[in-house]
């Protein structure tokens, strides 16, 4: 057998078993959160209706969710603004302790974000224009 290891299975198989796993992990999570109520079909604790009321008994309101998801936009945009400046300030603080007789390591490299990066922090930005709307709206 070609690609495979002591157990016998091929690289191709290990893969499949593999998604087949994670696919019956999210598929327990989902059934998990439909009974939960999650979705809104299902009377449960995690049910919006019942999410919300518990919120409002808090003194949750509409102005504090903005602030929230405002707050998560503004995470997503610039993390890796803050870890690239994070980094620089210890290869700053790293290389300054170095004697003349030690090499100097490497500058950190920069992380930049990817589609997935760029994806999440436009769709946070859709989501706070479109809850502004509406709660702004009446």
């Known amino acids: 057998m070609k690609n495979s290891d002591k157990s016998g299975y091929s690289d191709n198989a290990r893969y499949q078993l ?23 079909t299902v009377e449960g604790p995690l049910n919006p ?4 009321q518990n919120l409002k008994s808090f003194g949750f309101s ?17 993390w890796n603004w803050i870890y690239n400046s994070v980094m620089k300030l210890r290869f700053s ?13 490497g500058a950190p490299k920069m992380l930049k974000k ?7 922090w436009v769709a946070m930005l859709i989501i706070i224009l479109t809850f502004a709307f509406h709660m702004f709206k009446n």
């Open 18 to 40: 593999k998604k087949f796993g994670y696919n019956m992990v999210a598929l327990s999570l989902s059934i998990a959160l439909y009974y939960l109520g999650f979705f809104g």
């Open 93 to 105: 603080f790293k290389n300054t302790k170095v004697g003349k007789a030690e090499e100097i390591t």
């Open 49 to 52: 209706c019942t999410m919300a």
């Open 62 to 78: 509409g102005h504090h969710l903005l602030s929230v998801l405002l707050v998560l936009f503004l995470l997503s945009l610039t």
């Open 114 to 120: 990817g589609k997935w990066g760029h994806t999440l």
